[in-house]
């Protein structure tokens, strides 16, 4: 028996996420429905800052689904994030075989009970019930890259001792790229209800500027609400020179992109164009 979709179109996938606070652009929304109508995995890529982790809360929150994180970092193996075995439960099961206490074979060693499972494997298991957020994957190295890549474009694994697991479908992708101007005002506008629309405007506006400079660090939606919250919190009425520079620790998180920032600061506020 077929389940029923849990969105009728684009529009209502939009008016969801809206609804858990995140406002998702029609080629996102598309991607979403697409996704979940027909049971397909969906990867999500973008720079940092982008909204890819809110999205999977999001997501998760509205369908009532198990949310599973697979945090990448430098170092992280295929075993840290598939799959491991129960050593130490291993070990004992030996040691009661040894003393004749057990009944267990050397081959129920490598069965399920001896298996830890990692994120990908949980996320695999679950299919549809569960939404699988790889957080941070450009902190990986190139191997497990290509290793994660292959699981997700198959959404299966083979575990020697068991056999094949695998999901229903191949993934989908979409690339989420940063805001325009006028959708990052209206995510401030959400997620900082208290921040005046003029303030929403000018820090948008400055934040574009800034990541369209040579920084190390684009900044995020994140980094803009934030900045747009301190200023408000401030009581600014609209961003100038002296308040950018002195509030650019809200929205650069590195001191040589502060320098550089402060160095143009004129530009980073639109002084050039007022």
Same mark, same amino acid.
């Given at each position: 028996?077929?389940?029923?979709?849990?969105?009728?179109?684009?529009?209502?996938?939009?008016?969801?996420?809206?609804?858990?606070?995140?406002?998702?652009?029609?080629? =996102?929304?598309?991607?979403?429905?697409?996704?979940?109508?027909?049971?397909?995995?969906?990867?999500?890529?973008?720079?940092?800052?982008?909204?890819?982790?809110?999205? !999977? *809360?999001?997501? !998760?929150?509205?369908?009532?689904?198990?949310?599973?994180?697979?945090?990448?970092?430098?170092?992280?193996?295929?075993?840290?994030?598939?799959?491991? /075995?129960?050593?130490?439960?291993?070990?004992?099961?030996?040691?009661?075989?040894?003393?004749?206490?057990?009944?267990?074979?050397?081959?129920?060693?490598?069965?399920?009970?001896?298996?830890?499972?990692?994120? =990908?494997?949980?996320?695999?298991?679950?299919?549809?019930?569960?939404?699988?957020?790889?957080?941070?994957?450009?902190?990986?190295?190139?191997?497990?890259?290509?290793?994660?890549?292959?699981?997700?474009?198959?959404?299966?694994?083979?575990?020697?001792?068991?056999?094949?697991? !695998?999901?229903?479908?191949?993934?989908?992708?979409?690339?989420?790229?940063?805001?325009?101007?006028?959708?990052?005002?209206?995510?401030?506008?959400?997620? @900082?209800?208290?921040?005046?629309?003029?303030?929403?405007?000018?820090?948008?506006?400055?934040?574009?500027?800034?990541?369209?400079?040579?920084?190390? *660090?684009?900044?995020?939606?994140?980094?803009?609400?934030? /900045?747009?919250?301190?200023?408000?919190?401030?009581?600014?009425?609209?961003?100038?020179?002296?308040?950018?520079?002195?509030?650019?620790? !809200?929205? =650069?998180?590195?001191?040589?992109?502060?320098?550089?920032?402060?160095?143009?600061? @004129?530009?980073?506020?639109?002084?050039?164009?007022?």
């Amino acid at each position: 028996m077929t389940s029923t979709p849990p969105f009728d179109s684009v529009q209502d996938v939009q008016a969801g996420l809206g609804g858990e606070s995140y406002l998702a652009d029609r080629g =996102l929304a598309t991607a979403i429905y697409l996704a979940v109508s027909l049971d397909k995995p969906l990867l999500l890529e973008g720079e940092a800052g982008v909204g890819k982790t809110e999205v !999977a *809360k999001a997501l !998760a929150s509205l369908l009532s689904r198990e949310l599973i994180r697979l945090q990448c970092y430098e170092g992280i193996d295929a075993s840290q994030a598939l799959y491991e /075995w129960n050593y130490s439960r291993q070990l004992i099961a030996v040691r009661a075989m040894q003393d004749g206490t057990a009944e267990t074979h050397v081959e129920d060693l490598f069965g399920p009970e001896y298996l830890v499972e990692r994120p =990908l494997l949980a996320a695999i298991r679950s299919g549809s019930k569960a939404v699988l957020l790889v957080d941070e994957l450009d902190r990986a190295d190139d191997e497990f890259e290509a290793f994660l890549l292959e699981i997700l474009s198959e959404f299966a694994v083979t575990i020697p001792e068991i056999g094949r697991v !695998a999901a229903e479908e191949p993934c989908l992708y979409h690339w989420i790229d940063h805001p325009t101007l006028e959708r990052e005002v209206e995510i401030v506008r959400t997620r @900082a209800p208290g921040v005046s629309q003029t303030i929403a405007l000018d820090v948008a506006a400055a934040v574009a500027r800034l990541r369209s400079m040579d920084v190390a *660090k684009r900044p995020g939606v994140a980094e803009t609400i934030d /900045w747009a919250n301190a200023l408000s919190f401030l009581g600014v009425e609209r961003l100038d020179e002296g308040t950018a520079r002195e509030t650019l620790g !809200a929205v =650069l998180k590195d001191h040589e992109d502060q320098e550089l920032a402060e160095s143009r600061i @004129a530009e980073v506020v639109g002084d050039v164009d007022r």
